[in-house]
């Protein structure tokens, strides 16, 4: 199982980036995938979860603002993220499992399956 991660850079605060999750070894069809990120010095936190029927879940702090979706087909899947703000600087993590303070409560996906990609770079700074 491999997960890659790409599409981070930098922008100004206000602009756009799609991250991608490209997923290699088993189909995401029928199971979760998370979005995760990490601020040097600080724990990696659950920012966002596309579950196994195709549900939504965001945290707090990029709701409204950030979109995850899927492409089956491609095992794929996406993180489109508007409107970013410098404290959304960080390294952007794909996972097989879905975790954190989702949608208003602790949530958390596990199918045994503890693979990460590994990450990237999102600076947004003006």
Known sequence: VKLVESGGGSVQPGGSLKLSCSVSGFSIDGY?????????????EGISCIDDDGDTLYTEFVKGRFTVSRDIPKNTVYLQMNDLKPEDTADYYCATKCAGYLNGG?????????????????????
């Open 106 to 126: 602790y949530y958390s996906r596990f199918y045994g399956m503890d693979y990460w990609g590994e990450g990237t770079l999102v600076n947004v700074s003006s």
């Open 32 to 44: 979760a995938i998370g979005w995760f990120r990490q601020v040097p010095g600080k724990e990696r």
